[in-house]
């Protein structure tokens, strides 16, 4: 068996993981949004507000929106890797994407807190 001890490259077990646990928060995330439009008989524009206001839904909706863009980045690293051949296009996609999933973030985050 051969160790690697020094590896440049993606692994694939852990974009397996990260993709897995990303999927679980955004289901829980799911479940939360779910649960409250179940629970709630009218839904306005200030139990909205209040819903979001609370920090751990705040909390929340970041955590979601990271496991989002974690999943995301990979699932576009995997699309353009499998079909996109010229590694100079694939690269500028690779780093458009990547700049425009970080201003998601960056906005996603700004909204999010209120700021």
Do not use: E
């Not at 077990?13 to 990303?22: G, K, Q, T």
Request: hydrophobic share 60%; glycine share 6%; charged share 5%.
């Amino acid at each position: 068996m051969v160790n690697v001890v020094v590896s440049a490259g993606r692994n694939g077990v852990h974009d397996f993981i990260l993709l897995r646990a990303s999927a679980i928060i955004l289901v829980l995330y799911t479940l939360l949004l779910a649960g409250f439009f179940v629970v709630t008989p009218s839904v306005t524009y200030d139990v909205w507000q209040g819903f979001f206001a609370c920090m751990s839904v705040k909390v929340a909706t970041v955590l979601a929106l990271l496991a989002l863009l974690v999943h995301a980045q990979i699932g576009v690293w995997q699309v353009l890797s499998d079909y996109v051949k010229p590694a100079f296009l694939r690269g500028t996609l690779q780093i458009f994407f990547s700049v425009t999933l970080l201003a998601y973030l960056v906005f996603g985050s700004l909204i999010v807190w209120g700021v």
